[in-house]
Structures are given as structure tokens and as C-alpha cells.
């Protein structure tokens, strides 16, 4: 008996095979690339945010004399809540990435995972978001002062202290879409699971 498949013609490339169905390692080798790049947002925008002390020469006005005044992120309780919300958004980073790793190497209870992943990175983006709007607060009114209430601009004075705190809050903000990326990850590789 003789096969009727037919032979393709020559010159014409065979259709492309149908992508491979997307797997649960794949999804954790993606989870844990982007908590990699999670942990370095973090660490830097920390990192610069605790180097951006600047000392400048500055006239006080209840003594009237000139003296040197320090601008650093720990006179500002919003600016301290912020690094102390992205050192605890870096040390997640760390540990999700760890039980990422080994739920990639177990391959068992990749749909508790999962869903205890999009919990905790819900959570973990909830409060980088807090910390980055205080902080964005505070960053306008040392830009841009506030009359009606007598709160003068500092970053014509302190400009080194203000582009740190510029620089901080646009990684911090790279965090937070790393966070929702990882967050539609998850959900993704959920409903692939369940559907």
C-alpha cells in the first residue's frame, strides 16, 4: 500500500513548527530573571538614596549667621520610609528568587507557588508604590517649595542631594514595573496551569 502524503514542492520552505506549550520552567526561568533585575533596582535606588548627604554653606535665619547645613535622607521620615521599603523590596528579591529557583528544580506545587508569588509581589508593590508617592512628595516640595504654607525650595541649594533623590525615584519606579510584570507572569502561568 502506498502512502498518498504528498511530497512539499521544491523551493518552498515546510511550514514552522507550532511553538513548544510554555512550560512551568520556562516561566520560572523568566520569574527569576526579572527577580534578579527586581533585586538590583532595589539595591541601587537604596544605595543612592543613602549616599546623597550634601553639606552646604546656608544662612540661618533665626541666628543670623552662615554655617554649614546637611541635607540627608534621614531628616525626612518619608525618605526614610522609603530606603527602609525598597531594603525590604531588595531582601524579597533574594528570597523569592530563591524559592523560585528551587520550585524550577523541585517541579512539584508550581500552582501554590504561584499563587503565594502573586500574593506577596501584590503586597511587595503596594508598599514600594507607598514609599515611592511619599517620597515623590517630598522630592516636588523640595523642587518647587510651598508659599501658602512658608516651605521654601532647596534643590537651587542642594542640587547633588536632589538629583540623587531624582535618580532614586526613577529606579524605584523601574521596581514597581518589574513588581507588575511579575505579578501578569504569575497570573499568566496560573491560569495556563488551571485552565
Known amino acids: 500500500m502506498e502512502s498518498t502524503v504528498p511530497e512539499p514542492e521544491k523551493g518552498v520552505a515546510p511550514p514552522p513548527p507550532p511553538p513548544p506549550p510554555t512550560s512551568p520552567a520556562g516561566c520560572f526561568l523568566y520569574d527569576i530573571i526579572l527577580r534578579v533585575l527586581l533585586f538590583a533596582t532595589t539595591l541601587v535606588a537604596v544605595l543612592v538614596m543613602v549616599t546623597s548627604k550634601q553639606t552646604e554653606m546656608t544662612l540661618v535665619p533665626q541666628l543670623q549667621i552662615t554655617m554649614p547645613v546637611d541635607a540627608k535622607f534621614t531628616q525626612s521620615p518619608a525618605l526614610v520610609y522609603f530606603v527602609a521599603a525598597l531594603s525590604v523590596a531588595c531582601l524579597y528579591s533574594i528570597i523569592s528568587a530563591l524559592a523560585s529557583f528551587l520550585a524550577m528544580s523541585i517541579r512539584s506545587?508550581?500552582?501554590?507557588?504561584?499563587?503565594?508569588?502573586?500574593?506577596?509581589?501584590?503586597?511587595?508593590?503596594?508598599?514600594?508604590?507607598?514609599?515611592?508617592?511619599?517620597?515623590?512628595?517630598?522630592?516636588?516640595?523640595?523642587?518647587?517649595?510651598?508659599?501658602?504654607?512658608?516651605?521654601?525650595?532647596?534643590?537651587?541649594?542642594?542640587d547633588t542631594f536632589c538629583r540623587h533623590l531624582a535618580g532614586s525615584l526613577a529606579v524605584s519606579l523601574a521596581t514597581a514595573i518589574l513588581l507588575i510584570m511579575l505579578i501578569m507572569l504569575s497570573s499568566h502561568s496560573l491560569y495556563s496551569k488551571i485552565r
Do not use: E
Not at 114 to 124: K, Y
Not at 128 to 145: E, H, N
Open 109 to 158: 506545587h508550581h500552582t501554590k507557588t504561584l499563587l503565594h508569588f502573586i500574593f506577596m509581589d501584590t503586597l511587595i508593590l503596594a508598599i514600594v508604590v507607598a514609599a515611592t508617592g511619599s517620597a515623590g512628595a517630598v522630592a516636588y516640595v523640595g523642587l518647587k517649595g510651598n508659599s501658602h504654607t512658608g516651605w521654601t525650595k532647596i534643590c537651587n541649594v542642594y
